[in-house]
């Protein structure tokens, strides 16, 4: 069976290398090739000796997840769903604006926490994705989308906030971030790769000494009763805790503040009552709100909140200090906004709470 090479960050590769009998450099030579040229043909790899790309073509491949099917929305987002193998599917979507690029990427097929708003929870869990999936989602989406007129690929930033919890895989996750940050590979900057989490406290912690990153948290509710229901994780790492580690990690962090994502539920966390009571929850946090208007999927009771009400919202948060944003929905005509991505998933897991609350 070929290795995929896409599941090797640095150090890994040298040792493969190392095992072959070839000089630890050779890694970054092929990390250059992969990942700054976004070449998968050994072949084409001049500046590696002839020898050693025919071992390679042997032994050793570039594969990322093959693409099932491409939607373009009327914004100019793009979603693509992804084969991940034994009848499981994630999805990845970029979105363009003005200044940057995105890519949300997932982590898992499917995820086991159920938060009660997002449609990824309702598919269930199957399994991590591996370094390669992960990593290939990023090097697939450069390939189909190219570079800009100065020789950069048009992704200047990667958010993981699409299928799965990214601290739930963990070291897969961490081995993906080290190839966005690495020179040798897509040198991003650590203030421009996000891991969106739910609040995995141990994993919050392990990443701000092995990979810091900026960090968004999936807030949702002012208080533990409401987010108990809302994101069930919370049952085992409650608010105290959960801010507790947002305050540890920014002694690493590149960014002084963290963002909290709240996604707007009509009736259900969106009162002004509630702003002020956030407010008194995260005084002692340094951190930005990033509002996030629900997007409906099928078989949800929940309704997006009113403007009126987002506004409303906003502005307690606001007049208190806080920096605070409104997502503008995109994407949501192919089912590429926020809470939104389903992909395709054989669940494996059993849907109790004990199971969704007991992950770590």
Known sequence: ???????????????????????????????RWIYRVGESDFAAMTDIAASLRDKLAQCACITPPEVMREELSGDGTRKWLLNVGTGNAVEAVYIPEETRGTLCISSQAGCALNCSFCSTGKQGFNRNLSVAEIIGQLWWANHQLGKDADGNWKISNVVMMGMGEPLLNFDNTVGALRLMLDDHAYGLSRRRVTVSTSGIVPAMDRLREECPVALAVSLHAPNDKLRDELVPINQKYPLKELLAACQRYLERAPRDFITFEYVMLEGVNDSVQQAHELVKLVRDTPCKFNLIPFNPFPQTHYRRSRPEAILRFRDVLMQAGIVTTTRKTRGDDIAAACGQLAGQVQDKTKRTLQRSVGVV
């Open 1 to 31: 069976m070929q290795q995929n090479l896409l599941d090797f960050d640095a150090h890994a590769l040298a040792g493969y290398f190392t095992e072959m009998g070839e000089k630890p450099f050779r890694a970054r030579q092929l990390m």
